[in-house]
């Protein structure tokens, strides 16, 4: 009993290590401590965090292993493989009900805490929509970073990113900023911002 609980720990322990470039960046926005823009560069590094998470899964199986292995005097091979079922099986599950369930929920409430108050009806008339066509993006806490970063332009009133479909649609103050200005908005080296083109004309048909 002890293995099996020491092996679910070490499952949930790495997972957490695994998700913790895309949860990092949205806790203190959660908790409104800062923007913490900064740490949004984390993504970049995600194979390095999960290969740390794999390590700690192997380390864990090894030493769930030896340690069951300690009490017999002829090792059980199918226990041994249950504790590692048990300890990659927790772990790669935790890991896909955070990174697919909980962190889009996270990202959600945090995008909606840095969206700036609504602007004033007068001001409305005069904002302009621009679409964005957006690469390196790999979940929904990279949208939330990028979101973060195109409302600190001056002129931007919104910004909302769709990740899946590598989108973004910017609200803002022609008279304060520039399309130009927007497309250099400081997202991380790892994303590109483009314009969206402009579906083409069916020219047959206005014949």
Avoid at 6 to 26: H, Q, R, T
Avoid at 77 to 97: C, D, E, M, P, W
Avoid at 146 to 153: G, M
């Amino acid at each position: 009993m002890n293995d099996k609980k020491f092996a679910v720990k070490a499952g949930i322990g790495a997972a957490l290590l695994g998700v913790l470039c895309c949860v990092g960046p949205l806790i203190p926005i959660l908790l409104g401590l800062s923007t913490a823009s900064a740490l949004f560069g984390l993504h970049r590094y995600w194979p390095v965090f999960i290969a740390f998470g794999l390590v700690i899964l192997a380390g864990a199986t090894w030493v769930a292993v030896r340690k069951h292995n300690r009490c017999c005097t002829v090792p059980d091979r199918k226990q041994n493989i249950r504790i590692a079922l048990t300890v990659f099986g927790t772990g790669i599950g935790f890991y896909l009900l955070l990174q697919f369930a909980a962190i889009p929920i996270l990202s959600r409430f945090a995008s909606s805490m840095i969206q700036p108050a609504q602007a004033v009806p007068v001001e409305s008339d005069r904002l302009k929509t621009l679409k964005l066509d957006i690469d390196g993006m790999t979940c929904s806490t990279c949208a939330v970073g990028i979101e973060q970063a195109l409302l600190t332009v001056p002129g931007v009133r919104e910004a909302h990113v769709d990740w899946k479909n590598g989108a973004g649609k910017v609200l803002f103050n022609p008279n304060q900023t520039s399309t130009a200005a927007i497309l250099k908005a400081p997202v991380h080296e790892q994303y590109t911002l483009k314009l969206k083109p402009e579906p083409a004309l069916d020219l047959k048909g206005q014949r």
